[in-house]
């Protein structure tokens, strides 16, 4: 059973990514809420799916906003499966007329899991500092904790760049 599908609690090491979208109140302001519910379903749906291709799991969506986690030991890979959300995403995006790109904090640590919810509609979430550090990170575009970027292969760091203060990893093409 893969890490994601436990019933019970638990708790491991996980890649945490929080992603959302720029500019998603003025599309918001400017598009009908059924058309935005539909167009963020679709979203989801399709970077659910990459997620999942990829070993990992989205967790939840909220408004714009996903959390997606990956197994500790698979962050290259996870880094990757999440530079594909981005690309594809932001074509899935341009295509449906939403003038977006999605941004991305991640950082990588121990992290409790479970279902939590009302009695009889629980759902798989996960808890702790590893989630709260990855959410306060400043980004505009891909940025990674040190702790993340450590664990990357050589191709992938290449990827990155360094930025200071705090240290962070950005995406070589962001703007800082």
């Not at 007329?97 to 759902?123: C, D, L």
Request: charged share 25%; aromatic share 10%; proline share 6%.
């Amino acid at each position: 059973m893969s890490w994601f599908d436990q019933s019970a609690p638990g708790q491991g090491e996980l890649l945490v990514t929080f992603f959302d979208l720029t500019r998603y109140m003025h599309h918001c302001r400017e598009t009908p809420d059924r058309v935005v519910l539909e167009q963020m379903a679709g979203f989801f749906s399709l970077t659910g799916a990459i997620i999942e291709k990829g070993g990992g799991l989205l967790v939840k969506a909220i408004g714009d906003a996903g959390l997606a986690a990956f197994p500790g030991d698979e962050t290259d890979k996870g880094v990757r499966t999440l530079l594909g959300v981005r690309d594809q995403g932001e074509v899935w995006l341009s295509k449906h007329g939403i003038q977006s790109r999605v941004i991305f904090k991640s950082h990588v640590g121990p992290v409790a899991y479970g279902p939590v919810g009302a009695p009889g509609r629980e759902r798989f979430d996960i808890y702790g500092k590893t989630i709260n550090t990855a959410a306060l990170l400043e980004s505009k575009g891909f940025a990674m904790t040190p702790q993340v970027f450590r664990r990357l292969e050589p191709a992938t760091r290449k990827l990155f760049k360094k930025h200071t203060p705090p240290i962070t990893y950005i995406a070589a093409g962001d703007r800082h």
